[in-house]
Structures are given as structure tokens and as C-alpha cells.
């Protein structure tokens, strides 16, 4: 069969795992190829740096797609992460429409903040724009602060420890059923994290989680957003694909933790990517 091929729109970091450091080899190593749309090119990511350069790629990212177009090239999925303007936004919104084919799975990672507050360089306007571009989602990931960003929610109102809970916010993200949603962060028992799965397909919402690690690691949010993407593209099914991504996230972070890796410099992913090839070569594509 024919290696599935996603393209990902995301920044670039020379140093930090993040973004396209973490989205390039995590899809590689699941067997699907993967085409970088950068958004942006940045010496370092901005989570425990200072005075990292930022070059935007805005001005580049429509004559890439146009290229594209004209050679025919054509994706099994469209996998977007961090937007930083409104004119991103839009450009991807127009991105999709174009691209979308049947059977070409859109994943939008709404990356807009953490821990109860929206990023330092993203607006009101901002907000307005991704919850936009998000209508445009086959899949939506959000984390528990892009939840109630997107609904207009308090964050402290929306818990994520009572089943019940995350079912009332799966559904009101799912656009009344029309986009399926993966609500990350979920809490259900005590020592354990991970996410709820509102698969529109199906009409269930399902539970998945592996063992929470203490600590704050960065990237982790790419980490189970690429591997659900890979996953998806490849046949399996959303809980499947979300579940694999727990697990791996949780590994990585405890290896992360166990070798003391400086926190700034990301979850320490690379010597586990061994584990992902190993599954993808027991279950081959489903499509």
C-alpha cells in the first residue's frame, strides 16, 4: 500500500524539541511520510530561553501550497499546530479547502495557551481566529486551557476529572457532532492522565490513559498530537490511535525525568521512537 503522507503545518526550532522536531521523526518512524509547511523558523523554542531569533514565514507558506497544487500533490491527512497571526489562521483555513480530498483527514491541534491562560503573543483576535479555522477540524486536540478558550468557558469551571464532565465539553467542541475531538489532560483516577475521545464517526465518547509522570515536560502536546495523527492516517481507530499516544507520551516523559534531561530542552523523545516502528510493524495500515 501506499506510505500515507501528511502535511504539517507547523514551526521550526534549531534547538528545543518541539513543533517540527517532534512532528518529523515521530511520523517517520510510524511509517508515514511526512511534508513540512513551516510557519516559522526560530533559533530556539520559547519555553525556558531568552532572546531566541523568530523569523515569520507567513509570506512563504502561499507560494509552498501553490507549488504544491500545480505538481498535484495530494495528502492522506493535514495536520496544523501553533498559528502566530490571524493572516496564518486564514492562509491554512484556505489551505484545507484546497487540499481536502475524500479520505484526507484534517487534525488541528488548537495550540493557544496552558495552564489556565492563553500564550503571551496570542489576542482576543487570535482566539477568534483559531476557533474558526478549528470549524474547519475532521479531529480537534485540545488541552483543557484551548477547551475554554474555544467555548468561551471559565477554565476553572471546566473540569476534566468527573466522566460526566468531559462528555458535557467533548460534546459542545464537536460542534454538535461534526468534528470528533480528543480533550487531553483528563484525570479520571489518581496517577493516571490522558483524554477523552468523542469519535463522531461512532457517536461514543471513550477513555484512554497511561501512568502520569510529575512534572512539567515541553512538547508533550506535539508529542500525543503527532502520534494520534499517525495513527489516524494509518487506519486505527480514534481511542486506539489516542491511547497509543498516552502511552508513549507517558514513557517518554518518565525517561525524561529518569535521565534528569534540562526541562528547557524538551521531552526526551528520540531513543524511544524504537517502540512506535515496532507497532506500526505489527499492524500494518488499515487503509
Known amino acids: 500500500m501506499p506510505t500515507p503522507r501528511i502535511a504539517a503545518i507547523h514551526d521550526l526550532s534549531g534547538f528545543g524539541r518541539c513543533a517540527l522536531t517532534i512532528v518529523i521523526p515521530v511520523l517517520s518512524a510510524m511509517g508515514v511520510q ?14 525556558g530561553f531568552q532572546g531566541n531569533t523568530f523569523l515569520d514565514l507567513t509570506d512563504q507558506m502561499g507560494p509552498i501550497a501553490a ?28 489551505f484545507i479547502r484546497s487540499f481536502r480530498r475524500r479520505g484526507c483527514l484534517v487534525l488541528i491541534d488548537p495550540v493557544m495557551g496552558d495552564h489556565g491562560r492563553p500564550y503571551r503573543t496570542y489576542t482576543l483576535e487570535m482566539c477568534r481566529a483559531m476557533a474558526e479555522l478549528a470549524a474547519e477540524a475532521d479531529v480537534l486536540t485540545p488541552n483543557r486551557t484551548e477547551a475554554a478558550l474555544l467555548l468561551g468557558e471559565d477554565y476553572d469551571v ?6 460526566a464532565d468531559c462528555r458535557k465539553w467533548c460534546e459542545a467542541l464537536s460542534l454538535e457532532g461534526r468534528r470528533s475531538v480528543v480533550l487531553t489532560g ?18 461514543t465518547v471513550e477513555f ?9 515536560f515541553h512538547g508533550t502536546g506535539d508529542l500525543f498530537a503527532s502520534v494520534l495523527a499517525g495513527g489516524l492516517v494509518r487506519g486505527w481507530s480514534l481511542a486506539e490511535a489516542a491511547g497509543l499516544a498516552a ?34 510493524e505489527a499492524e500494518p495500515c488499515r487503509n
Open 34 to 47: 511526512c511534508c513540512p509547511l513551516p510557519t516559522a523558523l526560530l533559533s530556539t523554542h520559547t519555553g
Open 67 to 94: 507549488h504544491w497544487r500545480e505538481e498535484g500533490v495530494a495528502f492522506d491527512g493535514i495536520y496544523t499546530g501553533f498559528m502566530s497571526s490571524v493572516e496564518q489562521m486564514e492562509q491554512m483555513a484556505a
Open 158 to 163: 471546566l473540569r476534566l476529572d468527573r466522566e
Open 186 to 203: 483528563v484525570s479520571l483516577t489518581e496517577g493516571a492522565v490522558g483524554a477523552a475521545c468523542l469519535d463522531r464517526d461512532r457517536g
Open 208 to 216: 484512554v490513559s497511561a501512568p502520569a509522570v510529575e512534572g512539567q
Open 247 to 280: 502511552d508513549f507520551v507517558s514513557r517518554c516523559a518518565q525517561r525524561t525525568r529518569e535521565e534528569d534531561t534540562p526541562r528547557r530542552e524538551g521531552v526526551d523523545f528520540e531513543p524511544l521512537l524504537w517502540r512506535l516502528g515496532q507497532r506500526m
